[in-house]
């Protein structure tokens, strides 16, 4: 049966969904949306992470220690995938969304 709180939740998780902040740290972000500052900060951590993974790929490329530069970005690669497996298992836990016509 469909409640009022139902419809006034889905109405605010679109009304969030429709205000696209932060749209380049939802990569990093293990959840669909960022709604807190907590969230953010999260995936300003893993952004940051990803960041010194190519960094620290690139300086041993530079001294030629090729199998752990390959190791580094082997992680580098990783992360963003695993990072997506996890939004996505976020969002199918999360209760189907009613269509806003109701």
């Known amino acids: ?3 009022r709180s139902k419809l006034v939740e889905q109405l605010r998780d679109y009304q969030i969904r429709s205000q ?10 293990p959840k669909p949306l960022l709604t807190t500052w907590v969230d953010v900060m999260v995936a ?9 993974l190519v960094i ?16 580094i970005m082997c992680l ?3 992360l963003p995938v ?3 497996i996890s939004r996505q298992a976020f969002a199918r836990k ?5 269509p806003l016509s109701f």
Not at 44 to 52: C, D, E, N, T, Y
Not at 94 to 98: D, F, G, H, N, V
Request: net charge positive; no cysteine.
């Open 1 to 3: 049966m469909i409640t």
């Open 20 to 29: 696209h902040k932060y749209p380049v740290l939802t990569i990093f972000s």
């Open 44 to 52: 300003i951590l893993w952004a940051f992470l990803f960041s010194s």
């Open 56 to 71: 620290s790929s690139y300086m041993t490329l530079y001294f030629r220690h090729y199998w752990v530069s390959f190791v």
């Open 76 to 78: 580098g690669v990783f």
């Open 82 to 84: 695993r990072l997506r």
């Open 94 to 98: 999360k209760e189907r969304l009613l």
